[in-house]
C-alpha cells in the first residue's frame, strides 16, 4: 500500500490519538466506583443498627474522592493501557488501602475513637477493590463497543514477532492500542494483515507522526542488526513521542524485568521468582488459606455433588488420575468421577474405529463429545465442578491452586524441551492457559502462558487468576 492509499484508508476510521478520552473516561469510572464503594459500606453497618449511622451521611465524604484520584495517578493508573490485569489488582488494592487508612486515620486523631462510620470506611475498602476493576472492565467494554477505546500505534516490523504483538493487540483490547499500520522493508511480502496496512518502508516514521499525530510505535524487529536498528531509531522511530523495543528475548522477559547501568552499558535484570525460598512459602501459606477457608464454605455443596456421582452411576464418586507433577513425579489427581467405570476400554474402541476422534485426542488429549462421560459428568465437567476434590492434593502439596496444568506421560512430548523448566514448579488447580481459553487453547500457547506465569509470577497474579477461572466457570468456555 502506497502513504497515498494509506492516507484515506485511516482518516475514515481514526479520527483522534491521544489517550484523553481513554484516561477521561477511566476516572470517571473510579469515581463512580469510590463513591459506590463509600454508599455499601455505610448502607451495609446502617442495615446491621440503623441508629448507629445516617446512612445518607456517606455523600459528605465524596470530598475524599480527588485524593483517591490523584492517588491512583501517582500509581500511573492513567490512562492505564498495556497494564498487566495482575499489576492492576495490585495498585488498586494498596492504593484504596492508603486512602481509605488515611480517612480511618484522620477521623481517629479528629475524635480519638473507632466508630460506626470508620467501620464503613473499612467495609468500604473491602468491596472497593472488586468494584474498582468491575467498573474499569465495564469501560473496557463500551469504549471497544462504541469504538472510542484504543490509541493508535504504529508496528515495526511485518515479520513473525510483528504479526504476533498485532495478534495481541487485536486479540485483547484492554492492552490499550489499537494497530494502524505496519511498517517493513520487506518489499516482497503482502499490502495488509489482518486488515492492517502494511507499507513498505520504515523510513516514513516523521511523516507519519507529521500527519496524523500518532504517538506510539512498537518496534518488533528482533532480528535486525544492531547497526541497522540504532539507524532506524534515529531516523524514523524517533519521531515518535513513545516507542516500544520488543527484544529477541522477549519470551523470557516479565513484567519485574528492570534496566540496571553497569557504567554505560544497560542490562535488563530479572528472575526466577518461584525458585525463592520465601516466595515459595508465601505462596503455600497462600494455598492452605484459601483451600481451607473455600474448602469449609463449599463442603455442603461437594458433599452433594458427591451424592449425585454415586446414585446417578456405578463405582466410586472419586478418581485419582495418574498425573506427572512438580520434577515429573507421579501422583493421583483426584476428580469427581465424570465418566462410566469402563472408560478406558470404551476410549481405546473409539480410537481405533474413528479417525477423527483419533486425532481430536491426539492433539490435546480431549474430546468435544466424549462417549465415556456420564449426563452429571458433563454437567461437572461443563462448570468445572469435577476438579474439586484436587483441593485435597493441594492440602497433601502435590498441587498448588494456581500453576501449571498436571499432564499426563502422552503429553510429555508436547512440551518438548519446555517440560523440565514448566514443570520445576508445582501444577495448579487451575492457570494463565484455562482463564486464557481452556482446552480451546494448544500446547505452543499453553507453553506461551505457562512460562509467562513463571517468570512473572506475584501473589496478585495469583488472585487475578482465581478470579477469572471463577468468570471462565460461568462461561464454560473450552470446557467438556
Known sequence: ??????????????????????????????????MFSFGVGFFLVNLYNIEAINFKSFITYWSYVPVFILIFQISNLYPGVSLAPSEELRYFTIDSLMAHGGIIFSRYIEDQEFDAISAAFIISFLFSIAILLTNRSLMHFILNKTGLGGIPAVIYGSGSTGKLITDRLLGNRQTGYVPVLILDDEKNGGDEYRGIPIIHDTGIGPEIVKRYKIKMAIVAMPTMEQKELAKLLNYSISAFRYNVLIPDFFSAANIWMSVRDFDGVLGFVTNHRLRMFWNLAIKRIQDLLLVIVGGLILLPMLLFIALLVKITSPGPVLYGHKRLGKDGRYFRAYKFRSMVSDSEERLKALLESDPDARKEWELSHKLKNDPRVTKIGKILRRISFDEFPQLINILKGEMSLVGPRPIVDDEVEKYGEDFKRIFSVKPGLTGLWQVSGRSDTDYAERVSLDTYYLQSWSVWLDIWIIFKTIDAIFKGKGAY
Request: net charge neutral.
Open 1 to 34: 500500500m502506497t502513504l497515498s492509499e494509506y492516507d484515506g484508508w485511516y482518516r475514515t476510521r481514526y479520527h483522534r490519538t491521544s489517550s484523553a478520552l481513554t484516561t477521561t473516561a477511566f476516572i470517571i469510572a473510579d469515581i463512580i466506583g469510590v
